[in-house]
């Protein structure tokens, strides 16, 4: 089993930056990535970015040149840095984590909200 905290989100002004983290423990060797993924009110959840365990990302094109993913293993970390935010990057941000052999978890999620 893994848990996933995120933390770091709030309110940001437009044009703003927020970094999120998420935290995983547990087996966490059994990772086989980390994704972010959000949801705005009435709307589905949708894939945010990839922080695979070789190092690979991959982003959606709605935050690509925008949002970067890194991780500190010393701490079973990994960030979302957000630059650049608008009004339409206001969501609960999922952190997930998808495993070797088909499971995934979820974290609680944390809200951002973006001022305009």
């Known amino acids: 089993q893994v848990e996933l905290v995120e933390s770091g989100g709030g309110l940001v002004q437009a044009g703003g930056s927020q970094r999120l983290s998420c935290v995983a423990s547990g087996i966490i060797n059994r990772i086989n990535a980390i994704n972010w993924y959000r949801q705005a009110p009435g709307k589905q959840r949708e894939f945010v970015g990839s922080l695979s365990c070789g190092g690979s990302t991959a982003y959606a094109d709605t935050v690509k040149g925008r949002f970067t993913l890194s991780r500190e293993n010393a701490k079973n970390t990994v960030y979302l840095q957000m630059s650049s935010l608008k009004p339409e990057d206001t969501a609960v941000y999922y952190c997930?984590?998808?495993?070797?052999?088909?499971?995934?978890?979820w974290g609680q999620g944390t809200q951002v909200t973006v001022s305009s």
């Open positions: 997930n984590a998808a495993m070797k052999f088909g499971l995934e978890y």
